[in-house]
């Protein structure tokens, strides 16, 4: 499936306002169809961190799911054509040194918290409504290149020269967790579910 790929000509505030997807909304998310079997992730320990080395990370499983979203407030945040961000419960993400500092940053609807180095101002992992998940920037780990994304979002807004490959599920906004997650990361969601936040 490939999904249509809409294209805006007209000036940035003519644009739809597009908002990220709170992880609350990934539970009654927008239906849509998808492979889930297209879902892996890599066995490894993933680890990364900033570029002066004062803060270090490692993911303490693979991540819940990897998206690259290409909505603007991603683009915005970047300075970039997108993110590829390491969804994971907060409780799995080990930090090895330092003590990344949170930096509030407006975006289309609401607020992100976003977690710098303090000293090289580094962008290592965000949160949006939920405290209960962390996106990991996959540009801070050590080898970017061992992770890919499950899906690609907010393509409404992609840049027109980056082109998806066929094999990677798109969303011109987002997807049904439940046909796209494998079912570990589902059973996973229905643990943070459960807690009290
Ligand atoms: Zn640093
Ligand atoms: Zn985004």
């Not at 849509?32 to 990370?57: F, I, K, W």
Request: proline content about 9%; hydrophobic content about 30%; glycine content about 4%.
């Amino acid at each position: 499936m490939r999904p249509r790929q809409v294209r805006f000509a007209g000036e940035r505030r003519n644009v739809e306002r597009l908002r990220e997807v709170p992880i609350d909304e990934i539970l009654c998310p927008p239906q849509m169809n998808v492979d889930r079997d297209r879902v892996t992730h890599p066995s490894q320990r993933l680890e990364g961190g900033c570029a002066c080395g004062a803060v270090r990370y490692r993911l303490t499983s693979d991540p819940l799911v990897i998206h690259c979203c290409h909505c603007l407030n991603c683009q915005r945040q970047t300075g970039s054509a997108f993110v590829i961000n390491l969804l994971i419960e907060t409780d799995r993400l080990e930090l090895l040194a330092g003590e990344p500092q949170r930096v509030d940053v407006p975006r289309d609807s609401g607020e992100q918290n976003i977690w710098r180095c303090p000293s090289c101002q580094i962008a290592l992992y965000s949160q949006y409504t939920s405290p209960k998940v962390r996106f990991v920037r996959a540009g801070t780990l050590d080898d970017p290149s061992s992770v890919s994304p499950d899906a690609h979002i907010f393509t409404r807004s992609k840049l027109p020269w980056v082109t998806i490959p066929d094999s990677v599920p798109a969303f011109e906004v987002y997807y049904e967790t439940e046909k796209l997650w494998p079912p570990e990361s589902l059973a996973r969601l229905e643990v943070l579910r459960g807690q009290s936040s």
